[in-house]
């Protein structure tokens, strides 16, 4: 499986990105898809994510700013980002997962969001 992610890119404190991540590889839907994100220094975080069956899970940091979806059929997840803050700043990780037995995980190559002050 791969994951393609896009969107990145510099903004301005209180601005808007949408990240766009596709899967490909596999016919399967993902059980879990979402974003986890890395700051320079500091340990890749979860972001966001929602399961195959609508259910959302947010870091306390992105509630209320920050809004998950998927399209199932598409194998697509995208995270809409508002109210951008400078510690928003990291790269954003795609992430495809499965979490029961046989358990996988997928990453995608990152994409660097910069949040200017």
């Known amino acids: 499986v791969q994951l393609q992610a896009s969107g990145g890119g510099l903004v301005q404190a209180g601005g808007s990105l949408r990240l766009s991540c596709a899967a490909s590889?596999?016919?399967?839907?993902?059980?879990?898809m979402g974003w986890y994100r890395q700051a320079p220094g500091k340990q890749r975080e979860l972001v966001a994510e929602?399961?195959?069956?609508?259910?959302?899970r947010y870091a306390d940091s992105a509630k209320g700013r920050f809004t998950v979806s998927r399209d199932n059929a598409k194998n697509t997840v995208d995270l809409q980002m508002n109210s951008l803050r400078p510690e928003d700043t990291a790269v954003y990780y795609c992430?495809?997962?499965?979490?029961?037995?046989?358990?996988?995980?997928?990453w995608g190559q990152g994409t660097l969001v910069t949040v200017s002050s």
């Open positions: 992430n495809a997962a499965r979490r029961s037995a046989p358990t996988y995980k997928f």
């Open positions: 590889g596999s016919r399967l839907t993902m059980p879990v």
């Open positions: 929602m399961t195959s069956g609508g259910t959302p």
